[in-house]
């Protein structure tokens, strides 16, 4: 069976350590779309390891890790992790497969990153300044420089001239020192020593696997809501985070997929800027953020926190064709005496049960709150559903009934150990 597992919220929904948690049942692990700007934490008997780049496969010994074309790589940033990876005693090695179609980040898409943020002024996206929208924005327009385009660096003809043609007109934007187009193709031209053993045909690699009956999992970067085509416009981030960018980004057809595994957090949160609905400016908003220690994994900024939103979910449920969710988090609850689920919106006095694709319309949305008795007694460590408190089970039977889809994973701590992986007949075949 060939799985998703994709964000089903607004990124940071605890996918690394799900992906990590089924890894085992895989061949390969591979990640469609975004670049460094995702962060993924995996905690491995108390060790902590944060991915930006690389899939959440590689901490398992045996497992081919894959970057997709749909990823967008800012070389120093993949070699950076590469070394810290070995630092904690994970090898890389030949475990890395990386398209040859992939489009690379380069110096001035930072800059230009940074630029763009400070001429929105109050309207500004907070991006994480890594440079993806602008490098994305470059593959859009025709104009990037692809992984793969490297090989060329000892002719130094058509890649030249792009490096040429891209460093010039940032030198025409960006006042300061101009940058040195030739001091970026030698940056280039260093990379590609490292780069060149692990790039591949990524389409040619993943047809051969499933032939050979390998088992892939696709990874999702960010979450459903800051997709570029589904998520809450223009404060999203540069690429598909959806189910269809498993198809794009890796270069598969829709059937290589079994399944779709959609991640959820038991309360909601999102970075800086952009809407969020069920947002807590409050102590209990307050009280999430410290217990749940939400600070962004790439950029250590505070993430907002609100009460689970249902009709976002429902949404990615819709978008992604959601399976079964996995329910990350559940622990930041325990304690809390009463506990909302936002199950519509109220806009202009009519009840939405829909997401709104209007950025205008959700702004004009109140969350419609139903509120579910908490638990007293602590949902860390539990390792099956009927460990859980009462309170907790009934509040995640009454997630499914809202949602429309089974909860088949339970987290209820950052260790591997701490998760419930449910064997009830509601929830796939293919999680059990
Ligand atoms: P960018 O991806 O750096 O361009 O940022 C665009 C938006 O996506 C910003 O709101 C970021 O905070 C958000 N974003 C990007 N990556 C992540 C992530 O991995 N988790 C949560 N938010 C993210």
Redesign the pocket.
């Given at each position: 069976m060939n799985i998703a597992v994709l964000g089903a919220q607004?990124?940071?929904e605890g996918k690394g350590k799900i992906v990590d948690l089924l890894t085992p049942s895989f061949s390969i692990v591979a990640r469609y779309q975004?670049g460094h700007?995702?962060?993924h934490t995996v905690y491995v008997q108390g060790q902590k390891f944060v991915l930006h780049l690389i899939p959440s496969g590689i901490l398992h010994p045996g497992i081919t890790c894959i970057i997709g074309n749909g990823l967008v790589i800012d070389p120093q940033a993949l070699f950076a992790e590469v070394d810290q990876l070995a630092s904690l005693g994970v090898a890389v090695g030949d475990r890395l497969v990386i398209s040859n179609k992939a489009h690379l980040i380069l110096p001035y898409h930072r800059e230009l990153?940074l630029l763009s943020e400070a001429r929105r002024g109050d309207r500004k996206?907070?991006?994480?300044?890594?440079g993806?929208?602008p490098a994305y924005e470059d593959k859009i327009a025709r104009r990037g420089v692809r992984v793969g385009d490297l090989a060329e660096v000892a002719s130094e003809t058509p890649l030249a001239d792009a490096v040429r043609e891209n460093v010039e007109a940032r030198n025409r934007l960006i006042g300061g020192a101009a940058m040195d187009w030739r001091r970026v193709l030698d940056h280039l031209r260093t990379a590609w020593v490292r780069l060149k053993p692990w790039v591949k045909d990524v389409s040619l690699y993943l047809a051969e696997a499933r032939r050979a009956g390998r088992a892939v999992l696709y990874e999702g970067?960010?979450?459903t809501l800051?997709d570029i085509d589904h998520g809450t416009y223009p404060?999203?981030?540069?690429s598909n985070a959806t189910i269809g960018g498993v198809c794009t980004g890796l270069d598969v057809g829709p059937r290589a997929g079994d399944g779709v595994l959609g991640v959820g957090r038991a309360c909601t949160t999102?970075?800086?800027?952009?809407p969020l609905p069920t947002e807590l400016n409050d102590e209990i908003g307050t009280r999430l953020r410290e217990s749940g220690q939400e600070y962004?994994a790439?950029?250590g900024r505070p993430r907002r926190c609100g009460w689970y939103d249902a009709v976002a979910v429902r949404y990615a449920v819709r978008v992604n064709g959601v399976d079964a969710l996995a329910l990350t988090k559940l622990d930041v609850l325990d304690g809390l005496d009463e506990i909302q689920i936002c199950t519509a919106y109220c806009c202009n006095g009519t009840t939405l049960a829909e997401f709104p694709g209007d950025l205008g319309q959700l702004a004009a949305c109140t969350p419609v709150y139903e509120s579910v008795p908490g638990w007293c007694v602590p949902t860390k460590g539990a390792r099956r559903f009927s460990d859980l408190p009462e309170g907790a089970q009934r509040y995640i039977r009454r997630l499914e009934e809202v949602t429309g889809v089974p909860t088949g994973i339970i987290s209820t701590g950052s260790d591997r150990d701490e998760t419930i992986i449910r064997e009830e007949s509601v929830v796939p075949r293919w999680l059990r």
């Open positions: 607004w990124g940071d975004g700007n995702a962060g990153d996206i907070g991006t994480t300044s890594r993806i929208g970067a960010q979450g800051l404060f999203v981030t540069s999102r970075g800086r800027e952009g962004g790439s950029t």
